[in-house]
C-alpha cells in the first residue's frame, strides 16, 4: 500500500467568529492546543504517512497559512482551488495530481480542522480502511455516536465484511432531534465524519460514473464546476448502485469542534468545568469558555455556560447553547458593510 | 440666604471597574451620560448657585481631573484633601474655608456621583431646606424609597415644620430585606442620600461639640484626623441631643448609580431594554448592559440581564444580579499584585 494523506484546508466558516476572519479561518486558530486544528491534524496523520506523502488543498488566499503551519509539507503538495467549489471537485483535483505522482496512491482524506483525542486509534482505523480499499471500494470513517446530534449526516451500517470493515447500508440525511434519539439508542447508525479512504484510481472512476462533468472539468475550468459535496456527488449514489461503499467504525474521541459550545469537550478543563485561556480571572463560574487572545484581562464573575470570545477588535459574549447564533452576528455585520470586521 | 455648594469628590470606590480605576474614579466617568457625574452634578447646582459659589473637596490624585471637568469652578474653590478621611473631615475643613470667604454662607453638600432625573425639583427641595436651615438646625434630603434597599441607611420622618421641613426621628442602619419591605410598605421611612444643607458657622458650631478632635485638627494635621462620616459624627448625635436636625422629603427622580445593575434606572434603553454605549451590536438581548469604550465591536447574541464593559485593558462580564462582586476581581487582583488594572 502506499498511503498519501490529504488534507482538505478549504473551508472559510463563520461559526468561530471573532476569532475566525475571513483570512483566518478555522483550520488556522488553536482551539484545542497551542497549535493549529490544521497543524495538528498533519501531526496526527504524520506517523502513518510521512510529510513527504501528505497534500493540502485549499484556497489561493489561504495558500501562505499553510506553509507557515505545515514547513515539512513539500512545495509541490500544496494544492490551491482554483475556486470553493465543495469537497466533490477538491478530492477530484487532489486524486488527480496525487495519482500522476504515483499511480498506485491510496488517498487518507482528512478535514483539516477536526480534533482526535486518539490518534492512535485513529490512525488504526485508517490502516483497516485502507487495506480494506485496495480492491477498489470506497472506504469512510464512521464515529459511534456519543450523543443525540442532529447536526451530522448518519451512516447506517450494514453487515459486517470479512475483512473487519461494513458494509454501508445507506447514507442517511441530518435527523430531527427524536430520529437522532432513537439512533443513538438501537445502535447500527454512526456519524458521517467526513473522512474518506479510498485509491486514487477509485474514486477518479466513481466520480467520472457519477459526476462526470466536474471530472472532465478539473484541470481545465475548475471554477466554473458544481459545487458539490463527495458524499452527496459520489459516495451515496455509489452506495445506491455499485454498492462498492464501506466504512470503519471508531470513537477516537472525535470532535469536529463545530462551535464555541464544543471546547469543553475537546480541551483541558479548570475545575469548575470552564475552557479558559488567556489572561482570564474567573470567579464563582462554571461550564464557560472564556478565551482572551490579546493582552487584555478578561474578568468573568458568576457565570454559567457562556462563551466570552475576546478576539483583537471584536468581542463576541453568547451562551454556549446558542453558539450557532454567531451567524446572525456575522451576517448582521455583512449586511451593514462591516466587512473589516469580518 | 448666600448659597454656597459643596461638591465631594474624594471618593475612590471599586464598583465601577474596569470603567473605574484608581486614577479615574467613578465621579469622573460618564455613566448616564456623555458628560460626568461630577460635571452633571455641577451643572445641577449652577442654576441655585453660580459658578463662583461652587467648591469641591477632592484628592490631590484628582485635582487635575476636577479642573479639567469643571472649567468654570474657580482655582480657590478647589479644596484638596491632605487625605482621605470620610465626609465629615472633608465637609468641616470646606465649612471652615468657605465660611472665611463669606461667613453668612449657607452649604449646599452635594456627592459628585448621584444622578438626578429631575434636577428642577431638586433645587427646589435644596432651596427649600436652605430656608429651613437659616436659624442653625441641620437639613438633610431624604429621597423616597421607590423599592426595599437594603444598601441605604434610613432616616425616620418625625412631625411636619411649619417651614415644609419635617423632624427627624432617628437615623436608621442599613435594614435587611424584611425590614426594607416593612419601611417601604409602612411609609415614613426616607432614604439617606448624603445630601446636606446648613449654614457653615452651624455645621462647624455641631463638630466642635460631637467631634472636637476633627474640629480642631481640620487645618493643623488632617492626615491624623479619624475617618468618619458626617452622618455617625454629627447628625446622628445631633439627633439624639438637640435634636435641632431635619430633612426635606421628595423623589426627584434620584439614584446613586451604585453599580453597573443600576445603568438601566439612569440610562436611555433601547427598545429590549438595554443600556448600550460605544460600537456594540446586540442580537435577541433584554435588560443588558454593554458598553463598550474603546475601538472594540461588542457582539453580545441571546442574553439577559448581564453586563459587559469593554473598557480599555480590561474586560468584565458579569450579571446584573450579582454587580456588586466585581469587587471580588478587584481583590482578586490586588491580592496577585496586578494594580496595573486597577
Request: hydrophobic residues 45%; aromatic residues 6%.
Amino acid at each position: 500500500m502506499s498511503l498519501h494523506a490529504v488534507i482538505l484546508a478549504g473551508g472559510s466558516g463563520t461559526r468561530f467568529w471573532p476569532l475566525s476572519r475571513s483570512n483566518r479561518p478555522k483550520q488556522f486558530l488553536p482551539l484545542v492546543t497551542e497549535k493549529t486544528l490544521i497543524a495538528e491534524t498533519f501531526l496526527r496523520v504524520e506517523p502513518l504517512c510521512p510529510a513527504e506523502r501528505i497534500w493540502v488543498v485549499c484556497g489561493q488566499e489561504h495558500a501562505a497559512l499553510v506553509r507557515a503551519e505545515l514547513p515539512r509539507l513539500p512545495d509541490a503538495h500544496l494544492i490551491v482551488e482554483p475556486a470553493a467549489r465543495n469537497t466533490a471537485p477538491a478530492i477530484g483535483l487532489a486524486s488527480l495530481r496525487v495519482g500522476r505522482e504515483d499511480p498506485d496512491a491510496t488517498l487518507l482524506v482528512l478535514p483539516s480542522d477536526h480534533h482526535v483525542k486518539d490518534p492512535a486509534g485513529f490512525r488504526a482505523g485508517l490502516e483497516l480502511a485502507a487495506r480494506a480499499c485496495q480492491g477498489g471500494d470506497l472506504l469512510t470513517i464512521g464515529i459511534r455516536p456519543t450523543r443525540p446530534e442532529t447536526g451530522y449526516g448518519y451512516l447506517r451500517v450494514g453487515p459486517r465484511r470479512a475483512d473487519g470493515a461494513y458494509a454501508v447500508d445507506a447514507f442517511v440525511e441530518k435527523p430531527d432531534a427524536a430520529t437522532a434519539a432513537r439512533y443513538l439508542q438501537e445502535g447500527g447508525y454512526l456519524w458521517n465524519g467526513g473522512i474518506f479512504v479510498f485509491r486514487a484510481a477509485a474514486i477518479l472512476d466513481a466520480l467520472g460514473r457519477h459526476l462526470p462533468a466536474v471530472h472532465a472539468g478539473l484541470e481545465k475550468d475548475f471554477a466554473a464546476l458544481a459545487s458539490i459535496s463527495i458524499d452527496y456527488g459520489v459516495m451515496e449514489p455509489e452506495s445506491q448502485t455499485t454498492r462498492r461503499i464501506a466504512l470503519v467504525s471508531g470513537d477516537f474521541g472525535w470532535s469536529d469542534v463545530g462551535s464555541f459550545a464544543a471546547l469543553p469537550d475537546v480541551r483541558a478543563l479548570d475545575d469548575k468545568g470552564n475552557a479558559v485561556s488567556g489572561d482570564v480571572v474567573t470567579i464563582d463560574c462554571d461550564g464557560c469558555v472564556v478565551l482572551s487572545e490579546g493582552k487584555r484581562l478578561v474578568a468573568a464573575v458568576g457565570l454559567s455556560d457562556l462563551c466570552i470570545i475576546d478576539a483583537g477588535d471584536a468581542l463576541l459574549v453568547v451562551p454556549r447553547d446558542r453558539a450557532q447564533d454567531v451567524r446572525a452576528v456575522v451576517d448582521a455585520l455583512r449586511a451593514s458593510g462591516r466587512t473589516d470586521k469580518l
